[in-house]
C-alpha cells in the first residue's frame, strides 16, 4: 500500500526554523516526483516546492524562494523541506504528494498524498 508520512511540524516563533519530512512505505520514491502543499484555514492548497527524481531539480513558489530548500535521501527514502525565516503567514497544514511524471503546481495533477503535519508561526 502507498503510503507517505510528513513529520517535523510544530509550534514556532516568527524568524524561527522547521525541517519537515516526507517519508514513504510501500513504494520507492526514486521514481517519483515529490510535491509539497500547505494550506491555511479558509485558503486554497498551495504548491510550495516540487523535486525531480531523475536529475534532482528543484523548484520553488514565490513565498519560498530564498526560504525554503527541498531536497531527498532516496537511501532513507524521505524528501525533506527545510523552511527557515518563517513568519506567520506560513502557518498551515503542509502536505507533501507524489506523482510518476513531471513536476506540476497543481494539487489535482499528483497521486499519492500524506495527511499532513501543522505549522504553527506565533509568538
Known amino acids: 500500500q502507498v503510503q507517505l508520512v510528513e513529520s517535523g511540524g510544530g509550534l514556532v516563533q516568527p524568524g524561527g526554523s522547521l525541517r519537515l519530512s516526507c517519508a514513504a512505505s510501500g513504494f520507492s520514491l526514486d521514481y517519483y516526483y515529490i510535491g509539497w502543499f500547505r494550506q491555511a484555514p479558509g485558503k486554497e492548497r498551495e504548491a510550495i516546492s516540487c523535486?525531480?527524481?531523475?536529475?534532482?531539480?528543484?523548484f520553488y513558489a514565490d513565498s519560498a524562494k530564498g526560504r525554503f530548500t527541498i531536497s531527498r535521501d532516496n537511501a532513507k527514502n524521505t524528501v525533506y523541506l527545510q523552511m527557515n525565516g518563517l513568519n506567520p503567514e506560513d502557518t498551515a497544514l503542509y502536505y507533501c504528494?507524489?506523482?510518476?511524471?513531471?513536476?506540476?503546481?497543481?494539487?489535482?495533477?499528483?497521486?499519492?498524498w500524506g495527511q499532513g503535519t501543522q505549522v504553527t508561526v506565533s509568538s
Open positions: 523535486i525531480s527524481y531523475s536529475d534532482g531539480g528543484t
Open positions: 504528494a507524489a506523482r510518476t511524471e513531471m513536476c506540476s503546481w497543481y494539487a489535482g495533477h499528483f497521486d499519492s
